[in-house]
Nanobody
Framework: VQLQAFGGGLVQAGGSLRLSCATS????????MAWYRQAPGKERELVAI???????NYVDSVKGRFTISADNGKSTVYLQMNSLKPEDTAVYYC?????????????WGQGTLVTVSS
């Protein structure tokens, strides 16, 4: 299964972007869908997560600005990013965790670059 993340780009501070992550085929048994990001010189961090049960959580720095949503039927996850700040500049990665027949499989997208100018 391949994950394709897209929607990144260059935007001015205060602007918005919507990231999407599509899969090459539907994934059964999705447990978690999430977005991570990695800024230059920093470790990858979890930005937003949505579980199969509908629980959602965000890293504190994006609360109130970012919204994660998912279409489980299409194994697609989105990240609406509003009021972007220069510190949001990073490569954003989508992540899907599948649990099926007792086996946990983690899928990663290739990343999409978000650059926020001041």
């Amino acid at each position: 299964v391949q994950l394709q993340a897209f929607g990144g780009g260059l935007v001015q501070a205060g602007g918005s972007l919507r990231l999407s992550c599509a899969t090459s085929r539907n994934i059964a048994g999705v447990e978690i869908m999430a977005w991570y990001r990695q800024a230059p010189g920093k470790e990858r961090e979890l930005v937003a997560i949505i579980t199969s049960g509908g629980a959602i959580n965000y890293v504190d720095s994006v609360k109130g600005r970012f919204t994660i949503s998912a279409d489980n039927g299409k194994s697609t996850v989105y990240l609406q990013m509003n009021s972007l700040k220069p510190e949001d500049t990073a490569v954003y990665y989508c992540n899907i965790v599948q649990r099926r027949l007792g086996i946990r499989t983690v899928y990663w997208g290739q990343g999409t670059l978000v650059t926020v100018s001041s």
